[in-house]
């Protein structure tokens, strides 16, 4: 039944390595989204994919990388792990139409040693 | 570009209502949202308001708009020990997939 699925949930890697984070909705949504929180809860958008293809690509350094084989899937791989990429990453859906609600995974917080 | 605050905490006794405003700076606002997050979970969104409005009621939560001052505020009724979260502010600017976020408010709410 869930809506938005993130994997892993804790994530704790050493600098300098390579990881990934899967993002899944059962919603039928076209647009998914990555945020990341940092340690303040300040939230701040990363990317969004509308069915398939990049449309928002904010200031995020190029280690960062989205890939979304499907509509329903919505991966991010991050190269070369720095202390500072310590956060809790959300992924979200919504529908392009109307209130455009926002339904969000329950997050993934990675620590960076 | 867009900028939207909010007051990082707020206090209330249970049974009192809690007042959590917000200010945003885009006058191309098309929506506003409070989403509510709850310690180690997503964000949920709790009510929204469309730019022509000016309050929206539903049940406990009334929403207030004041365009002209760019000002939002959400209302809690007789908020409960469960309403102990951080509510979120956040604008969609005209044609914009995206959401900008405030700060976060975190509401404590005490016996």
């Known amino acids: 039944d869930t809506a938005v699925s993130q994997t892993p949930k804790y994530l704790v890697t050493q600098m300098g390595n390579d990881k990934s984070i899967k993002c899944e909705q059962n919603?039928?949504?076209?647009?998914m989204y990555w945020y990341k929180q940092d340690s303040k809860k300040f939230l701040k958008i990363m990317f969004s994919?509308?069915?398939?293809?990049?449309?928002i690509n904010e200031t995020v350094p190029n280690r960062f990388s989205p890939k979304s084989p499907d509509k329903a899937h919505l991966n991010l791989h991050i190269n070369s792990l720095e202390l500072g990429d310590s956060a809790v990453y959300f992924c979200a859906s919504s529908q392009e139409v109307g209130v455009n609600e926002q339904f969000f995974g329950p997050g993934t917080r990675l620590t960076v040693l | 570009g867009e900028d939207v605050e909010q007051s990082l905490f707020l206090s209330v006794r249970e049974g009192d209502s809690s007042v959590i405003n917000c200010t945003y700076t885009d006058s191309s606002s098309t929506y506003l949202y409070w989403y509510k997050q709850e310690p180690g979970a997503g964000l949920q969104l709790l009510t929204y308001i469309f730019s022509n409005m000016d309050m929206k009621q539903d049940q406990r939560l009334t929403v207030l708009l004041n365009k002209k001052d760019k000002h939002l505020s959400l209302r809690i009724a007789d908020t409960q020990t469960g309403d102990s979260a951080i509510y979120f502010c956040a604008e969609r600017a005209g044609s914009a997939r995206q959401l900008t976020f405030g700060s976060g408010t975190q509401l404590t709410v005490l016996p």
């Open positions: 919603l039928g949504h076209d647009t």
């Open positions: 994919y509308n069915n398939k293809e990049l449309i």
